[in-house]
Structures are given as C-alpha cells and as structure tokens.
Nanobody, 122 residues
C-alpha cells in the first residue's frame, strides 16, 4: 500500500515562510504525479500545485503562483513545497496526494497524506 507522509506544518506570522515535505513510499503508475491541496473549515479542498516525477514545470493555482514553489527530490521520493509571504487566508490543513497525472480535481487522486496544519497569524 502506497503511503504519503507529510511534515513541516506549524505556526508562522504573516509574511513568513514555511516548507512542507511529502515522502511517498513507492513510485508506481498511480503515483506518477504529486500534488498539494489545502482545506479550511467549511470550504472545499483546494488545488494548489502539482508536478510529475519525470520532469516538466509544476502547475500552480492562481492563489499561490509566485509565492509557493514546488520541487522534487527523485532520489528521496520526496516533494517539497516552499511557501513564502504567507497570509492569514493561507491558514488550512495542507495535504499532499499522488495521482497518475497532473490533475486539479481532488477526487482524481488515489493516495493522500494525513494532512499537516498551517496557521498564519496576523
């Protein structure tokens, strides 16, 4: 069973930065792409960014373009999400997920991490 383990959440002041990591236990056809989502209370799960292990530039949502950077470490089966200039509206539980391709819809992802809380104070 494929497992995703996230780390790096926490509390930060507005304007600050955090780095989230997600390690996947194995690479298969169904984990060809890795994505990050977030969800805050009362809201739907929101796509943030995704990329393929095999190359190409990440895809970003407009809400995070220019502030968040997704990178891959193929040797460690890990993706890292660098989040800069965080704002209170970025407060949410952040999830990494794996899919067969770069897809924006959460329901198309086959595997999910447990989620990590990011809280941005004003």
């Amino acid at each position: 069973q494929v497992q995703l383990v996230e780390s790096g959440g926490g509390l930060v002041q507005a304007g600050g930065s955090l780095r989230l990591s997600c390690a996947v236990s194995e690479r298969t056809d169904r984990t060809d792409a890795m994505g990050w989502f977030r969800q805050s209370p009362g809201k739907e799960r929101e796509f943030l960014t995704a990329l393929r292990w095999t190359g190409g530039r990440p895809t970003y949502a407009d809400s995070v373009e220019g502030r968040f950077t997704l990178s891959r470490d193929n040797a460690k089966n890990t993706v890292n999400l660098q989040m800069n200039n965080l704002q209170p509206e970025d407060t949410a539980v952040y999830y990494c997920a794996a899919s067969s391709g770069v897809i924006l819809l959460p329901r198309k992802y086959d595997y999910w991490g447990q989620g990590t809380q990011v809280t941005v104070s004003s």
